[in-house]
Structures are given as C-alpha cells and as structure tokens.
C-alpha cells in the first residue's frame, strides 16, 4: 500500500492564530499555504513576510501554492525563503522550465499547477523539470468548494505519463478533497492531497488528517 501525503491548506485556519493552527496539523506531511494576489484569483490571501515567518516557526515543511500573476518574477523569493515546495501555475509563467530550474536552484523543489480548465498534454515533456505536479480539481481561490470530478481524466492521464516516464514526480490534487472525494482522486492516481476545510473544518483536525490518510492510501 502507497501511504499518502496529506497537506492541510491553513486557507481554511485562523488567520489570527497561525503558530497555533499550525501545532494543531503536526502530524501532517506539509502545511499548503495559498498565496494569492488578487489577480490570478479573485482573492487575496497572504504573502511572502508571512510565508517567511512560518518558514521560521513551522514544525512541518512549508508547500507554497503560489496563485498569482508574474510567477517568474516573484516566485523565485519565495524559494529564498527556504520553503521546501514552491508550487506556481502555468498560466501565469512565461517561462517555466527557467523558473523551475531557478527554484531547484535555490534549494526548493519546483512545482506545476493547472487549473481545471488547462490540459495536462501540453506539460508532460517537461515532467523532469518538476518535482510535483498540481491538478486543480476546484477552481483556484477559495475554499469550501465542490470536487469537480470532470478533473478525474486528467488526472488519470497525468499518472500514466508520470508511471510511463519512470520519473519521480508527486501528483497532487487541491480542493474539494474530504473523506468522501479523497478515493475518487486516490483511485485515478493522485498521491498527495491538499485539504483545507476538511481538516480545519474538523473538531479535531490531527484526526481528520488521520482518516484522510487512510482513505487516500491506495
Ligand atoms: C483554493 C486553494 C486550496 C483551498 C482548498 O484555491 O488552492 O488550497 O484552500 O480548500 P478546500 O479543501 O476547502 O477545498
Ligand atoms: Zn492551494
């Protein structure tokens, strides 16, 4: 059995408690934290002096999911900060396999997102450039959102072409993702999952860290 990541998404925490919500998820594999600037997204979330204070207090490893414009311009800060994982979309990066290799420089792993709306076909010759791979499976900028389950395809087709380049590459899935949509995106090949109200939403969100986990590992 291939046990699962599972990256609770501190969207859903308090954003006025951060160093306690982040001992609440200490079990988790990584904490996702969303930056969004308001123009990628229609919403605004927080930025990289925050992203650096919890670099410094997290007891876990930071993955940075960053939805915002001008990602070969601001990203690579972001790596600089020490944050294990620096997550940007592809349609906000002119140049992505320069930036990736600007964030594997600096010491992070690089990671490429698509919105649901964006196919995968286009990416997979430059799979070797990334450590991990996000398929949106919500539209990105808010959470609580319903899993779009017409996503499912694409994600099944990335797992073929990750299996079949004998590559190490994490698949990732953000959004919607609860105990009762985590198999879906498990079965189709998903190996690391992001979830935000489902674990801040809990009463006790180490637990549901737990039962994701289960239910993820496939
Ligand atoms: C959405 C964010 C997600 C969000 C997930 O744009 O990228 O990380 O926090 O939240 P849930 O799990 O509630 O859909
Ligand atoms: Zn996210």
Redesign the pocket.
Known sequence: MTKCCINP?I??ADFANLEAELSRISNADAV?V?V?DNHF?PNLSLGLPVVQRLQEISPIPLDA?L?IEHADRWAPAYADAGVASVTFHAEASIAPIKLARELRARGSKAGLALRPGTGVEPFLDMLGEFDMLLI?T?E??????EFLDLTLPKIRRARAAIDGSGLKVALQV????TADTIFRAAEAGADVF?????VYGATDPADAIEQLRVAGSR
Request: charged residues 10%; glycine residues 24%; hydrophobic residues 40%.
């Open positions: 998404s969207l859903s996702h969303d969004m997204v999911h939805m949106m919500v990105p900028g808010f959470g609580g959102q953000d959004g919607g993702i992001v979830a935000g109200s489902a």
